[in-house]
């Protein structure tokens, strides 16, 4: 692979790491980034109730405290206005437990450039690398893909993946808006819609490190149903 001209500005990179109550894993996650890349990174504590603000405070992790829990779309908003802020020409999500690689950032970032990508996104599925998931997370999944493609017209295959990079114009667009709950079916759409250029590469994605997921049954059935209500009636109106 040649090396992006991404790859030889790494403080032009900022790795936004949304965490909420990953006590078990955020310092692993960050460890493992440290070693993986030398890109700049903040971790944004989402408000959380357990030792993640302590271990966050004990090893020296660069860090935005939110006093409440926002959710992921206020973390994550919080973090790409840092990053517009501090001038990052690119910004990365990567999550808070341990699912994601940090080793395949510089793959993405060399597919944002190299392609003249808007944003990327890491997706399980768009080679088959053996990751399964639960079966309701799967459905999601299925469902989310055939909503984006009847909407935009677009083929995404991993739509709720959390690992993705983004460039400037990115960053300022979700400056302004950025969708607050489930986002990122809908931050999908609404770049897609407004002619932002998207794309995805093959990623391989772990267990989680700690923790447990959010998503269960009836939070995918609840996700889906207002993930659709909301992007119908932006369509409409």
Do not use: W
Not at 18 to 33: F, G, L, Q, R
Not at 118 to 139: L, N, W
Not at 163 to 188: G, K, Q, S, W
């Amino acid at each position: 692979m040649d090396c992006s001209s991404i790859l030889r500005r790494v403080q032009d990179l900022l790795i936004i790491i949304p965490a909420y109550n990953e006590a078990d894993s955020i310092a692993a996650t960050v460890a493992e980034v440290r070693a993986a890349v030398d890109y700049d990174f903040i971790v944004v504590n989402d408000g959380s109730s357990d030792d993640t603000a302590r271990i966050l405070d004990r090893e020296g992790i660069p860090h935005l405290d939110l006093p409440i829990n926002l959710g992921i779309g206020g973390a994550m908003q919080t973090g790409y206005r840092y990053a517009y802020r501090e001038g990052y020409r690119y910004a990365a999500q990567l999550d808070g437990d341990g699912q994601h690689d940090p080793k395949d950032l510089p793959r993405l970032a060399h597919a944002l450039e190299s392609g003249g990508h808007d944003m990327v996104i890491g997706s399980r599925f768009v080679e088959e690398r053996g990751y399964r998931g639960g079966r309701a997370r799967r459905s999601g999944i299925y469902y989310f893909q055939h909503l984006i493609r009847f909407l935009t017209g677009l083929r995404i295959t991993d739509p709720t993946s959390g690992f993705r990079l983004a460039n400037r114009r990115v960053i300022e667009e979700f400056v302004e808006h950025y969708p607050v709950d489930y986002p990122e079916v809908e931050v999908v759409v609404s770049l897609a819609r407004r002619g932002y250029r998207l794309a995805e590469v093959p990623v391989d994605m772990r267990d989680r490190a700690g923790g447990v997921s959010s998503i269960t049954a009836v939070r995918s059935l609840y996700y889906m149903a207002k993930v659709t209500l909301f992007l119908v009636i932006r369509r409409l109106f």
